[in-house]
């Protein structure tokens, strides 16, 4: 049995530390925040119960698997809900479109905006679920820590047919000419940080999960899931330390002896941190043992960070659905104004959630819960002011779109952005999703899982393989896990 520490209790450092306990390791989780789930946290207020973060729950079998991997199943945990419509797209006043659950209406919705699209869409789909089955049975889990992983010749021919090397925008234009279909089926890809210009066309798998597995949501909200994963983790053995920010990791002769806080020294013979992998290396470990400088980090394509509010409303609103998306703006405007020129947005899209139209749990009765998510560049100023001016730009266009006015219902309002990000999670230039999954910052191109210069200190979470969203960083702590694992098997340490 090993002592091993995980730093970071979001989702891989859960799934790090409950996939190491199980093979019967003695594993301390330290976090620096008062509560679990890290961006997927949960505050409540005035009788509202709000997630703080991820409110899409798709690839509903990667959550499957990891409870099956334990003998649970995700119903012990929480209960699932087909969202239908999966969301709603506002392209202008009164234009909206909902993307039905049912594929047979799909096709129908498709052909109305495109005459021969439907037959276009269930080709690209059968594409898409391809590259979804070997991606999500292949890629997804190599660790990346060498080339000579991808050198399967079956992996190599795959990587063509899978379509690695060219940019899914253009594959979806190809297809289609529509721009409501385009603006759809581009959509998706926009969880992996990066413009559809800048993501491998693998990535329509994206479009499989979303278009064929569907939008689900755990009532009770996202943190269900966290909790879920906080009670496994506890029954395994995991041992939690809330308020317990890690400020350095003692190294000697290339191997953490311990780990320290505030409060405790921890001696140990490996640690996971999910923590981002930027803050550890630059900030918790001495110079001599970093593997990328700041000039590293600063060119790397980072996914954006975001203006958010979290609203209770004393009324409910009509016809309002789950997820509505707002494209009634020119999105490669505001996708140079996150990448390529960073400021604050001219004109922006954004998303507005209200889980309260499906889930009266978390909101009192008669009032309406509800998350406003306006993407935004990294790194740059985050002010009063400025959250204050977008707070307006944004209930002006719901009420221009959608004839709703909200202001004079919200009796709770908080808002969240870049500067709670570094604050909260010690997140580099406050970006909320970790590193955008573009073409040269695929596998082996990312920040290494395994530290090369101490042989005992690994990294999992959004900003290392396979990348950001929750079902990626579950599938990065338990395969941060495994090699662990494979490593205290190999060497005995
Ligand atoms: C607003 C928002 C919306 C999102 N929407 C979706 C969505 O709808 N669907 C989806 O799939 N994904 C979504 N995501 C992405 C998803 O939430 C993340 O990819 C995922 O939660 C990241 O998990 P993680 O374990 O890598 O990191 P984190 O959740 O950030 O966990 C890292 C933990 O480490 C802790 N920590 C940091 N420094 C230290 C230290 N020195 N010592 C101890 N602890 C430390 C932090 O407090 C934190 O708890 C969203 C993210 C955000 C922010």
Redesign the pocket.
Known sequence: MKKIVV????????AAATTLASAGHDVTL????ST??????QFKSEGFTFD???????MPEVFDQYFDKFGKSVSDYYELIRLDPSYTVCFGKDDYVGIPASFKELLTLFESLEMGAADKLEKFLDEAAYKYKVGMEEYVWKPSLSITEFFDLKVIKSAFKLQMFSSISKQIRSLFKNPKIIQLLEFPVL?LGATPQDTPALYSLMNYADLKLGTWYPKGG?FKIIEGMVDLASEKGVKFKYD????AINIQKGEVRSVE?AEVQIECDYVVA???YH??EQ??ISKEYRQYDESYWDNRKMAPS?L?FYLGLDANIPEIHHHTLFFDTDFDVHAKEIYKDPQWPSNPLFYMCVPSVTDNSISPEGCENVFL?MPLAPGIQDTPELREKYFDILLNRIKQQCDIDIRKNIVYKRS?CIDD?KN????YKGN???LANTLDQTAILKPRMKNKKISNLYF????TVPG??????II??QMVANEVIKSIMKHGK
């Open positions: 730093i970071g209790a979001g989702f891989s450092g859960l330290l976090e620096k925040n679990p789930g890290g961006r997927a946290r703080m973060g991820p409110s899409w729950y798709w969880f996202m317990h920010e890690v400020t806080t999910g923590a981002d803050h550890i900030k918790v975001s958010l998510l969240y990000f909260d999670y010690n997140a909320a999703y970790g999992a979470g959004q900003l950001p969203g929750v079902p990626p960083s990065s702590g």
